[in-house]
């Protein structure tokens, strides 16, 4: 029987894992990453600790599967987005630690840019938006302070990848290669030719001799030096971690939305071949793409989630663990009227306030944990309800289910909330391994393990166990649920 090793590349740390043709995971290997913090703001990673946590998670699974190489089909490859490496063509060396998506230090040179009135050309050409989070503005920093990269980048020695590339470059010995879905994080990437965009890269004079090829995410993009892993394995499947998920979760078609509920919520609607120019403030964005043609996204992302669960447990302290939220906020009927705005770090879409702070509205006397506990939840099935209102009102497309997956997502109070809120079913996968699966699934398809998307759909509906939650609550209750949240919204906005 064939298997995939998945190479799940993330923030915090570098994981592994082989799935069986069923999709269940056979072995899973994971190895934390060094975050590196130079001054405040600021966030690096150390391009060759990814790459050797990347290869020791690699054999790791393989032999937590009790396989070896010779049982592996193909691999595929997710990873966090837009983080930047640069590094020497001729030796692999990178020049600087990666610059992480996380970072805030290119913030001045995003403001020089809108301030040149490039902000609609930008947001037309990529679907994104001027903001530090993408790599150009990252090279662009790399370029000016590192002594002589730009003139060495220039003469073509330096090649520039997200982490995707990175690996690639090194499990392949210098195949220079990324996919749509990770290209369209770059503010470099017409998502509607699906191609690198050569005058905005010499409009931010970023050296295009830089980039490397984009290839469809699912096909074979290099296959592995024999010594990494002992026998030579095509690469198959790339995806950047959220387009990853939404694959991963079989949102093939218009209108499939996945949410994933961790730290913060990341919301991806698959609008199919139409590119969505979103009047809500979200992102359009590359889907991971299984032929030459570009399929689309619309994507949102709340900030604050299941940290307000980590708030009310590390700095209210009204439970011991996270898991407790549930019970405690099971244990009244409704919040007693309050609702609480986890504006912590400002809010998102459809808002766009960076100087909106929380509170906590409508406390009584007679307010206690609970209620805070039932309102922390609320918050988070509420802000993503406003995700995907705004979704729906810029795609034209209407949700009949929500998919969803992440850590949150064991609370089944919270699910039923969402539920209840959006007024149709959520489908919670029995695997929640959907990031490394979209990665697996991708590069399956690449090597004829599945003839096609359909193939692969229904094996995994006679598979699956997922659980079901179905709305239970009145429509009415839902609209004035959001009517008070959209209320005290309005109170924590920012002067402008
Ligand atoms: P990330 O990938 O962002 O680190 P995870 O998917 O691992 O996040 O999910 C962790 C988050 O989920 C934490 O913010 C935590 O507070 C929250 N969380 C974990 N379990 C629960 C639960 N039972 N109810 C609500 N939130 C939870």
């Given amino acids: 029987m064939p298997f995939v090793l998945a190479l799940d590349q993330g923030t915090t740390s570098s994981r592994a894992i082989v799935f069986d043709e069923r999709g269940a995971p056979r072995g899973i290997a994971q190895r934390a990453l060094h975050q590196i913090y130079p001054q405040p703001g600021w966030v690096e990673h150390d391009p060759m600790e990814i790459w050797e946590t990347q290869l020791a998670c690699a054999r790791e699974a393989l ?76 090279i662009v920093w790399l370029l000016d302070n590192v002594p002589g990269l730009r003139a060495r980048a220039e003469a073509g020695e330096i090649a520039f990848g997200t982490i995707d590339s990175w690996l690639i470059w090194q499990l392949t010995g210098g195949v220079h290669v990324t996919d749509p879905s990770n290209a369209s994080r770059t503010l470099l990437f017409n998502i509607h030719r699906g191609e690198w965009a050569p005058e905005l890269a010499a409009t931010f004079g970023i050296p295009e001799a830089l980039l490397g090829k984009i290839a469809p995410s699912s096909g074979i993009f290099g296959h592995t030096r024999e010594q ?17 998920a939404l694959f991963g979760q079989g949102c ?60 009310l447990r590390d700095e209210l302290r009204v439970i011991d663990s996270a898991a407790q939220v549930e019970q405690l906020a099971a244990s009244v009927a409704d919040t007693g009227g309050v609702t609480l705005v986890p504006a912590f770090t400002g809010l998102g879409s459809p808002y766009w306030d960076s100087e909106a702070r929380a509170a906590v509205l409508g406390i009584t006397r007679g307010t206690n944990r609970a209620h805070l506990a039932r309102a922390a939840l609320e918050s988070i099935a509420l802000q993503s309800t406003e995700l995907l209102l705004a979704m729906q009102a810029d795609s034209g497309l209407q949700l009949r289910e929500l998919y969803v997956d992440g850590g949150a997502t064991a609370n089944n109070l919270l699910m039923q909330l969402q539920a209840d809120l959006l007024g149709v079913p959520l489908i919670r996968p029995e695997v929640q391994e959907t990031t490394a699966q979209g990665a697996a699934d991708l590069a399956a398809l690449a090597v004829g393990l599945w003839e096609d998307r359909a193939a ?29 949240w959209r209320a005290a919204v309005k109170r924590v906005l920012g002067p402008g």
């Fill in 456 to 484: 692969l759909r229904r094996a995994r509906q006679s598979e699956a166990h997922a659980t079901v939650f179905e709305p239970a609550a009145k429509k009415d209750w839902a609209e004035h649920k959001l009517a008070s």
């Fill in 63 to 138: 032999i937590n599967a009790a396989l070896s190489a010779e049982d592996i089909a193909a691999i595929g490859i997710t990873n966090q987005r837009e983080t930047t490496v640069l590094w020497e063509r001729s030796t692999g060396t990178p020049v600087h630690n990666a610059i992480v998506w996380q970072d805030r230090r290119s913030t001045p040179w995003c403001t020089m840019q809108r301030e040149r009135g490039l902000a609609s050309a930008v947001k037309s050409k990529t679907g994104l938006v001027l903001d530090p989070y993408f790599s150009a503005s990252k």
């Fill in 228 to 244: 990494w892993l002992g026998k030579s394995i095509p690469i198959g499947g790339v995806a950047g971690d959220q387009q990853a």
């Fill in 252 to 311: 093939y078609a218009a209108g499939q939305v996945k949410n994933t509920y961790g730290t913060g919520c990341f919301m991806l609607m698959n609008t199919g071949a139409q590119a969505i120019d979103s009047a809500h403030g979200l992102l359009t964005t590359s889907t991971a793409s299984c032929g030459p043609g570009i399929e689309y996204a619309l994507e949102g992302s709340v900030f604050s989630a299941g940290s307000v669960v980590q708030w």
